[in-house]
Each structure stands twice: as structure tokens, then as C-alpha cells.
């Protein structure tokens, strides 16, 4: 950062200690008050700092850190699950998006290197901002979140091609290609180095520290190896990101994770802070002042354009039409590698100066304008969803290993808190507004959705589910739910709440083993009850009593699903029953006396 005086440093704590607070108090946000405080700070302003780029470079640590933190979050089994959102989601986006700018650019410049560069540097969008964004929001966890992130994955990766191609668009291009093939192979070998240690040496690494007890040294080594790999991955002309988020992910199973996690995300919070800043400083507004309506028209459009592609793609690979628009509003600005990009093209040719410059201001306009177009937009959602238009099911966060449980009234709720009790991840569904409104009030955990209907069950990744739990009262709904379920998932253990005995012998025509009579437990329970009060028995000879009876009446509903449908078989069999219980009564009392 060169010489940085005391009040800069104190302007900066401010900034981070009361900024980011004082955004969210007044709902707009942290991060787009960390961009506007950065403009108000920035050398176009008060002029407290003079030199942005600067303080940029030494900023985008906190990017790297970002991505480090994410991919402690995600195992790479799950980032290999994610493999078609990635490279089909994201490369369909970059490559329809580059070829689209490309075309417009060549409208307005004969020039094809300067048109295709253009297109590809402004194809992608900002890792930091749209991560930062959906993580305040939590949005990162809904499949569009999961699928903005897949996008930017992918975007990453390209910008390793691209800096590369960048030589040779160049004039000189074909005296440069020589020393891209070499620089192609050295990234390569530095993201091998990079798969290589944090398989093999990192764990083995944290496990030695951690069994020293000394929490700092813990913290030290983890910022020392994003350090190191933010080196390697700069001398391989790679991005940092990208070799921080392979680390984290390698990382993901380790026992050591959520300790690493919690020691790096005090800064990752502050350096991000910083980078945010330091893009606000970074608004040429000298610039903006002589050419304003060039560089708005021209952020509005790259905006649309890259909003429509996003939309389009969202929709195309199953997102409702609100999330496709919350997707498309979340990635349509410029990124941060536009930054990267262009200062290449200028010395090598490929771009002058001035248009340089003139690209900056657009994409550093579109990243200042994204938290306000995301506010817009949940402004607007909530004027569309008038009473009576409720969508079809709510979107449902990203889950594995948990229990879906269909059906949130009382039956289901008290399923519902002793799940959560334990610490057992679960996904209620309900199909009554009402209900779900009373549920979501006292701080249940319940989503508006039909179990019935195939879509929903997707949604709620019954796949992935370690048991399913029915707890629908409709006899006919609970029944078509079970019947979608087990058609659909026959590998995932089902619970089921039968309503009588007749639903239960349905339940039973489709396999279900686990049912549950909704009156037959507290039946029982009172039933104990009233043979100590009123009927004189000890808690012993109750309890066995009613044990008694319950193994009896199970045995008889399995015996009874034989002739289910006929009437005068189950009254006989009702009476048998009722004799041999009491005969069964009789007996026990004998022996006992």
C-alpha cells in the first residue's frame, strides 16, 4: 500500500467498525456501503487516499480468503455433484454472453481483437460482490445462490484461458505463443502443486499444530497458506481465487475444518471490507463527469444484455421465474477480472488507455449499481406475490443428510422439534398458507409446498433425505404422497401417520413398514393411566397390560391386511381378537394370584 499515514488507517477502521453497521440499520446493505464509502474517501472526493489501485491489490486478499472459506464449505464430492451446473450453467453463459457483446462491439469498432477482447473481459461478473451479496441475504444456500456460484466457478477458471489469449489478440501475437504454451503448463503445474499439498501435507500439517494447543499458531499457518498460495498462483499468472477456493476444498473433510473456518473469518470480513472500499475508490468520476451518458448507457445495457442471457439460462435449466430473475439481477454486472484483463491489453497493445479507463468506470458502475438492482428487484418480487398468487412452492435452501418431513400440523410439529432438538437438519413442508404463517411466527422452519406434486419433492432433495416423514392428515393426500414417493425414491426410508386402520392397510398396499396410528400411542397412554387411577392396578401390571395390548392389536392389523376389503372377515376377526385378549387377561391374572 506505500506509505500509509495514521488517519488513513484510522479512516479505514472507521470505515469497517461503523460502515458496514451503520448500511445494514439503514437496510441497503454492507456491501453498498462499503462502495459508497469508498467513493466518498476515494481521490475524487474527500481525497484521503490518492492511489486506489494500490490499495486494490492489497485488498483483493480478502477475495482470496472468501473463496478459501467457501471451499471449506463444500466437500468435492459435492463440487464433482456440481460439475453440470458449472461447466454446462457456466460455460453456456460465458460463451453466449462473450459472443453477443463481441457482435455489439463490432457495431460500434471495425477492429475484431479490440470487439472479441471486450466481449470476453466483460462476460464475466464479480465473485466478491455476488457471494458477498447472497451471503448477507442467505440466499447463498437456494438453488439460484448454488447456481450463481456454479457460474462464477466457472468464470474463474476461464480467466485463466483469457489471460492468456489476451497475448494473442495482441499485434504481436504470434511471437507471444511460445511463452503462453509455457505459461499455460506452469499454471498447470501450480494448481497440481496446490491439489498435491492440500491433499497430502495440509491436514497432516493442521493435525501436528492443533495437537500443540496453541490456537494462534493454528490461525498463523492458515493465513500463511493462502498467503503462499496467493504467491504461487501470481507467479503462474493464475488467479489467487481459484487456488484458495481448490484449497478450502480439499479441506472441506477435515476435522479441523470449522476451527479454520472460525479463525480466518474475522478477516476475511475485514479485508473484504477493504476490497469493497477500495472498488468505490477506484470510480474514476472525472471520467464519469465528461462522458455521462456513454458510460450509463453503456452500463444499463451491458446490464440488460447479460440480465436477459441469465434469465434465459435460469429458466432453461429449472429455476421458477422469480429465481431466474433474482439470478440474473445477481450476475449481470462486470467483475473484478475486467480489472486484470484490461491492464494486460494495454501493454500489450490490444486496448488503448482511454478505452482501458472508459471499461473500468462501466464495470465499477455496475458493481456499485448491483445491491441497489437486487433491492429494486426484492421490492418488486413483493408487489408481484399479491393474495391469491402464491407461487407454487418456496424455495428451499440446499440440504443433504436430513429428513423431510410433509406435513407441519400438530402431529408433524412435534416431529418437527425434536428433530431440532437434537441437532438433526430437516425440511418441513406444508401446503397451507395459514398454517405456515402461524408455524414460521414461532420460529419454525417450514416451507410452502404440495408433497404430492413431483416438483416440490425435487425441491425438497427427498434424494438425498435419510427418511421421509408423512404426516399429512388428508387420508388421500397422505396416500398420493406416499405412493409419488415411493415410486420415486424407493431407497429412502418412509414414516408414515395413518389416520385409522383402513388408511393404514392402504399404506401397507404400498410397502410402507414404518406406520404410526395417530390416537393409538396416546390412547395407550391414557389407557395406563386410568387402569392405575380407576382400576386399581399397580404401574406395573398397567404398563404390561397395555404392552400386552398393543403387540396384540399390531399383530392382528398385519394379520388383517390379508382381507382388508372384506368387511365381514375383519368383524370376525375383531371379535377372535377380543376374546383372546381377554381369555389372554384372564390367564395372566391366574398365574399372578
Known amino acids: 500500500m506505500g506509505n500509509i499515514s495514521l488517519v488513513q488507517v484510522a479512516v479505514l477502521l472507521a470505515a469497517a467498525g461503523i460502515v458496514a453497521p451503520l448500511a445494514k440499520h439503514l437496510r441497503i446493505g454492507a456491501v453498498l456501503g462499503y462502495l459508497l464509502a469508498g467513493v466518498v474517501i476515494g481521490p475524487y472526493v474527500l481525497g484521503i487516499f490518492k492511489d486506489a489501485e494500490k490499495m486494490l491489490h492489497v485488498a483483493e486478499f480478502g477475495v482470496v480468503l472468501l473463496l478459501f ?114 505459461g499455460a503448463l506452469t499454471g498447470l503445474a ?14 497432516w500439517t493442521f493435525h501436528f499444530i492443533a495437537k500443540a494447543g496453541v490456537s494462534e499458531a493454528l490461525t498463523a499457518f492458515a493465513l500463511l497458506t493462502i498467503v503462499v498460495i496467493e504467491i504461487v498462483m501470481k ?39 477493504l476490497f469493497f472500499l477500495s472498488i468505490g475508490m477506484s470510480l474514476d468520476l472525472g471520467l464519469l463527469a465528461t462522458q455521462p451518458g456513454v458510460i450509463v448507457l453503456a452500463a444499463v445495457a451491458l446490464m440488460a444484455v447479460k440480465g436477459v442471457i441469465l434469465h434465459r439460462l435460469g429458466r432453461g435449466y429449472g429455476l421458477s421465474a422469480p429465481a431466474s430473475r433474482r439470478f440474473a439481477c445477481a450476475l449481470a454486472q462486470g467483475g473484478e477480472f475486467a480489472f486484470v484483463l484490461t491492464a494486460i491489453a494495454v501493454t500489450t497493445g490490444v486496448l488503448m488507455r482511454g478505452d482501458a479507463s472508459l471499461i473500468n468506470v462501466i464495470v465499477t458502475l455496475t458493481m456499485l449499481a448491483t445491491p441497489v438492482l437486487l433491492m429494486a428487484e426484492k421490492w418488486l418480487a413483493a408487489r408481484l406475490a399479491r393474495p391469491g398468487h402464491e407461487p407454487a412452492f418456496d424455495e428451499i435452501p440446499e440440504i443433504e ?10 402431529f408433524g410439529q412435534i416431529i418437527a422439534r425434536i428433530l431440532a432438538a437434537r441437532g438433526i437438519p430437516f425440511t418441513a413442508l406444508d401446503g397451507d398458507p395459514a398454517q405456515i404463517d ?21 425441491a425438497a432433495q427427498v434424494e438425498k433425505a435419510r427418511a421421509v416423514v408423512v404426516s399429512i392428515s388428508n387420508v388421500e393426500g397422505s396416500l398420493k404422497a406416499v405412493e409419488l414417493i415411493r415410486r420415486r425414491y424407493p431407497h429412502v426410508p418412509l414414516y408414515v ?89 384372564e390367564s395372566d391374572v391366574a398365574k399372578r394370584d
Open 69 to 182: 472459506v467457501i471451499g471449506l464449505e463444500l466437500k468435492p464430492q459435492r463440487l464433482w455433484a456440481m460439475r453440470r451446473s458449472v461447466f454446462g450453467l457456466g460455460g453456456a453463459q460465458v460463451g453466449i454472453t462473450a459472443l453477443l457483446l463481441t457482435a455489439i462491439m463490432l457495431v460500434e469498432t471495425a477492429n475484431w481483437r479490440e470487439a472479441l477482447f471486450v466481449g470476453l473481459a466483460l462476460s464475466l461478473s464479480s465473485t466478491a460482490m455476488v457471494l458477498q451479496v447472497l451471503k448477507e441475504t442467505g440466499e447463498l444456500e437456494f438453488r439460484h445462490g448454488r447456481m450463481a456460484f456454479s457460474v462464477l466457478l466457472f468464470q474463474d477458471l476461464a480467466a485463466i484461458p483469457m489471460i492468456a489469449f489476451v497475448g494473442l489478440l495482441a499485434v504481436g501475437g504470434d511471437a507471444a505463443q511460445p511463452m503462453t504454451w509455457a
Open 438 to 458: 402461524v408455524v414460521r411466527r414461532f420460529g419454525g422452519r417450514v416451507y410452502f409446498g404440495d408433497a404430492t406434486r413431483p416438483e416440490i419433492l425435487e
Open 190 to 203: 501450480a494448481i497440481a502443486a496446490i491439489v498435491l499439498a492440500g491433499r497430502y501435507l495440509l491436514g
Open 235 to 273: 507467479g503462474a499468472g493464475l488467479s489467487p481465487a481459484l487456488g484458495a477456493f481448490i484449497a478450502g476444498a480439499l479441506l472441506a473433510d477435515s476435522t479441523y475444518r470449522h476451527e479454520i473456518e472460525a479463525d480466518i473469518k474475522p478477516f476475511e470480513t475485514l479485508f473484504l471490507g
Open 401 to 410: 443428510s436430513h429428513v423431510v418431513i410433509a406435513g407441519l400440523g400438530r
Open 497 to 585: 401417520r395413518a389416520r385409522d386402520r383402513e388408511h393404514a392397510h392402504r399404506l401397507m398396499d404400498f410397502g410402507v413398514e414404518h406406520i404410526i396410528r395417530e390416537t393409538l400411542l396416546s390412547a395407550l397412554e391414557m389407557s395406563r393411566q386410568v387402569l392405575m387411577d380407576a382400576g386399581g392396578l399397580n404401574r406395573r401390571e398397567a404398563e404390561r397390560t397395555v404392552q400386552m395390548f398393543a403387540e396384540r392389536d399390531e399383530r392382528r392389523l398385519r394379520a388383517d391386511h390379508a382381507h382388508a376389503r372384506d368387511e365381514a372377515k375383519l368383524a370376525e376377526s375383531a371379535r377372535q381378537h377380543a376374546e383372546e385378549l381377554a381369555q389372554l387377561f
